[in-house]
C-alpha cells in the first residue's frame, strides 16, 4: 500500500464525490490500485482555487465506472474522509510540502510530476501535511477557544503525541473537527431557524449535525452537515423535521409538532439557510436519504418536549 496525493478541480470533467469516490481515468490505474487500503489527501492547485491540500480519506476499493470506458472510480471508505481544519498551501515559506516536487536544491519544481493527477506520497510527507491542516492539540484549541480563563492556564500546554492515523481514525477528534467545520460553513447560524445566539462568554449556541448518521455510512464531509441548534438537531434526529426534494424547503411532521412550535423554531418562509460557498451546501444524496430514512419515522423518546400525537 502506498500514500496519494489526488488532484481534484470542481469544474473538472471527472465527476468527484469526494467523500465517496473519486473519478480517475485509465493512466492512473495502477497508481490508484497500490494505494487501496491507505490513505490519500486531496489537493487543489492554485489555478483551480485557493484551497491547496484541504482533505484525507482512505481507498476502499477500486472499480471499473459503470457506462463510461476507460475511467475508474476510487471508492471512499465510509467514515475516513476528513476536510482540514486549515486548508495547506503547496508552498510552506517557500519549500514543497512534497518532496518529490522538490529539485535537489530544494527549489520547487515546475511542470511534469507537479501537473500529475496522482502522485505518491512518502509517510513523511503525509504526516507533515496532516499535521498542518488537522493539528494535535485541535481538541484543545476548541475547548479553550472562547474561554479566557482555559487559554491562559493552556500557555503551554502538554500534548499526548498520536500517530497520525490514530487521530484519523478517534472518533472524538473527528467530531470537533467536522463541528468546526460545519458551523463556520453556517456562519455559526442555525440553518433552519436562522438564528445566531451565544452565550455569555461568546460560544456559539449552534450545533453541527450529521445529516446521514456516521452510523449509517454518512460521512464527515461539510456537505453532509447542518448547523442546528439544540431543539432543531433533536428533532432532525428524530424524524421531526426534513428537507423536501427542491433542497430548501423544511420539512415538518404535522401530526407530531405542534403548529405553535413550528412558528416560533422555523425562519419565516420556511426555507433553509445555506453556507455562503456553494460547494459547501447540503449535497442532495444526503437530505434524500434523511427523508427517506428518517423523516416520518415513529419517535420513541420519554424526554419529548411536548406531547406527540
Known amino acids: 500500500m502506498v500514500k496519494l496525493v489526488l488532484l481534484h ?3 473538472s470533467i471527472y465527476e468527484d464525490e469526494l467523500d465517496v469516490e473519486y473519478d480517475f481515468p485509465r493512466a492512473y490505474l495502477k497508481a490508484v490500485e497500490a494505494a487501496v487500503g491507505d490513505w490519500i489527501v486531496y489537493y487543489e492547485p492554485v489555478k483551480a482555487g485557493p484551497r491547496g491540500y484541504f482533505a484525507v480519506a482512505r481507498i476502499s476499493q477500486v472499480i471499473p465506472k459503470p457506462g463510461v470506458d476507460g475511467r475508474y472510480l476510487a471508492l471512499i471508505a ?3 474522509y476528513l476536510p482540514f481544519d486549515r486548508e495547506v498551501p503547496r508552498l ?3 519549500s514543497t510540502l512534497e518532496s518529490a ?5 530544494g527549489t520547487p519544481l515546475t511542470g511534469g510530476a507537479v501537473q500529475s493527477a496522482v502522485r505518491r506520497l512518502p509517510e513523511s510527507d503525509f504526516a507533515r501535511i496532516v ?7 485541535l481538541e484543545r484549541i476548541e475547548a479553550t477557544r472562547y474561554d479566557q480563563h482555559s487559554r491562559e492556564l493552556a500557555d503551554e500546554p502538554l500534548i499526548f503525541q498520536r500517530p497520525v492515523i490514530e487521530r484519523l481514525t478517534r472518533r472524538k477528534y473527528r467530531e470537533v473537527a467536522f463541528s468546526r467545520k460545519v458551523r463556520e460553513a453556517y456562519g455559526y447560524r442555525c440553518a433552519m431557524s436562522g438564528l445566531q445566539l451565544r452565550n455569555g462568554g461568546g460560544r456559539p449556541e449552534v450545533q453541527a449535525a450529521h445529516i446521514r448518521p456516521v452510523e449509517q455510512d454518512g460521512s464527515d464531509s461539510v456537505r453532509n452537515g447542518l448547523a442546528l441548534s439544540g431543539t432543531l438537531h433533536w428533532m432532525f434526529d428524530r424524524g421531526l423535521i426534513s428537507i423536501a426534494e427542491d433542497n430548501e ?3 415538518v411532521s404535522r ?3 405542534p403548529g405553535d412550535v413550528v412558528d416560533r423554531l422555523i425562519r419565516p418562509g420556511g426555507k433553509l439557510l445555506k453556507p ?3 460547494r459547501l451546501a447540503p449535497h442532495p444524496h444526503n437530505l434524500r436519504w434523511h427523508r427517506e430514512n428518517v423523516f416520518g419515522q415513529t419517535v420513541e423518546d420519554d424526554h419529548s418536549p411536548w406531547p406527540l400525537g
Open 131 to 137: 499535521n498542518l491542516g488537522l493539528p494535535e492539540d
Open 276 to 278: 455562503m460557498n456553494p
Open 92 to 94: 510552506v515559506n517557500g
Open 78 to 80: 465510509p467514515g475516513s
Open 101 to 105: 516536487l522538490a529539485a535537489p536544491d
Open 9 to 11: 478541480k470542481a469544474d
Open 255 to 257: 401530526n407530531k409538532v
Open 249 to 251: 424547503t423544511i420539512l
